[in-house]
């Protein structure tokens, strides 16, 4: 159906609902609800035409596009990785569940998203020289109106929590359901009192005696919760909620352990998150799951390691856990290359760390990488480590050298690597230059 034609029937709807509250002074709080939402729906339709109309998308710089929609942005943003894009789009991207950058594949050690005023301000005269008028930055469509009729319902759905085993099972998978496909739901959980409290009710008197189906649909909600920004501290202002977590690691199925792994991801965009869970002990059973091997859940693992990892008590942690091993295996098996890269570069400022890639064989690996891989991602995080271990162990400078000499693999980084690579590659080049001086 064609913009207009959706835009005419929703005012044809609006006009019933209307007619009905003006005529019927018994109308129900649902009608009012229903035609705020279809108002609401008309904005949305008015909007996304809008977006079509006036700018002729061949005719602008290529960096005033988002590398998502391939249209003008209009509320530039700066992802963790440095990349820009357009807050509706780069949001939706993170409310599917990726924790990767679009562009660069690269972990993002955190969610949350910075206006890049440079960008917005060039994007303004550029329209302004073109005598185009840039519309301002709009709210994002996904966050409709709450009505009370919703919060009944949640409320209701939490109610049904504390009932039979079958009421639980229905409103488990409703409240999974809801917040999966209405965003502004998840807000609601944050405006609620004790609401996640109630959620995780069924799990608190022990993960034995729960079903599974339940257990899995409630930490699903709970991940779909931990994405909206406004709720990252929900789960440090509830006493049950990280001991449930945790177990949910321990004992769920790999659907229910994926997606615990995946929320303590989203909840540790603070740092004073990743603070308390790695304390709770979360970083060694992350690394069991990792080990296991099962793809989707390796990869909920990873992402939710390396951002617990950024804090350098985690860091030490994860060392201890035998993460090391766990990561430089699955590297050397083909596994996951960039992301579990970038947990070893974190790793390897740990001086056990380096110690353990020694005996493990790492450097070898890592040359390959360096000198195979077409990731430029892989080949940066690879050139780091190597520089980290050259510095702290003399021997494996010497594997590096034999390396250099039978391919020059550091060389060609140094040309052709990223500016962060070449700078390392270079600082290795310099090291193996002074140890054969020395050596004359």
């Not at 009012?32 to 002729?56: F, N, P, R, V």
């Not at 790999?254 to 709770?280: V, W």
């Amino acid at each position: 159906m064609g913009v207009a034609k959706a835009t005419a029937a929703l005012k044809r709807e609006l006009q019933r609902l209307v007619k009905a509250i003006v005529d019927d002074d018994n109308y129900s709080e649902e009608t009012t609800d229903q035609a705020m939402k279809t108002l609401y729906s008309i904005k949305k339709l008015i909007w996304k035409s809008s977006l079509s109309l006036g700018l002729d998308s061949s005719t602008l710089p290529d960096e005033f596009n988002c590398p998502l929609s391939k249209t003008l942005m209009k509320d530039p943003v700066v992802l963790a990785t440095g990349q820009t894009y357009d807050r509706l789009c780069i949001e939706n991207w993170l409310k599917d569940g990726e924790r990767t950058c679009p562009q660069t594949q690269e972990i993002l050690s955190y969610t949350m998203l910075t206006p890049n005023l440079l960008v917005r301000d060039m994007i303004s005269q550029w329209c302004k020289k073109n005598g185009m008028e840039l519309p301002n930055p709009v709210p994002d469509p996904d966050e409709e109106v709450i009505t009370d009729a919703e919060r009944g319902r949640l409320n209701s759905l939490l109610e049904k929590l504390s009932s039979s085993l079958s009421d639980q099972k229905e409103a488990a998978k409703e409240l999974r359901l809801l917040t999966k496909r209405m965003p502004h739901f998840r807000a609601i959980f944050g405006q609620t009192d004790n609401a996640l409290f109630r959620l995780l009710k069924p799990l608190s008197p022990g993960w034995a005696n729960t079903h599974p189906d339940l257990q899995e649909d409630l930490i699903t909600t709970v991940l779909h919760v931990s994405v909206h920004d406004n709720n990252k501290k929900l789960v440090t202002d509830n006493p049950v909620a990280i001991p449930i977590l945790l177990e949910s690691l321990k004992y769920g199925n790999i659907n229910t352990r994926s997606h615990a792994a995946a929320a303590i991801f989203a909840f540790s965009d603070l740092d004073s998150n990743k603070q308390i869970f790695g304390e709770a002990g979360a970083l060694k059973l992350l690394v069991n799951l990792l080990e296991e091997g099962h793809l989707l859940a390796m990869k909920d693992a990873a992402s939710a390691i390396f951002n617990l990892c950024i804090v350098p008590e985690n860091n030490a942690r994860a060392v201890h856990e035998g993460a090391v091993k766990v990561v430089l295996t699955k590297i050397m098996d083909g596994i996951l290359v960039d992301e579990l890269l970038a947990i070893l570069a974190l790793l390897s400022r740990h001086e056990k760390a380096v110690e353990e890639m020694g005996e493990l064989c790492a450097v070898p690996c890592l040359l390959s990488i360096v000198r195979d891989n077409t990731s430029e991602r892989a080949k940066e995080h690879c050139i780091a480590i190597l520089y980290t271990i050259s510095s702290r162990d003399q021997t494996k400078l010497r594997e590096i050298k034999e390396e250099e000499d039978a391919s020059a693999t550091i060389s060609m980084l140094a040309e052709s690597g990223t500016s962060r690579a070449r700078r390392k590659a270079n600082s290795i080049l310099e090291r193996l230059n002074r140890a054969a001086s020395h050596r004359a």
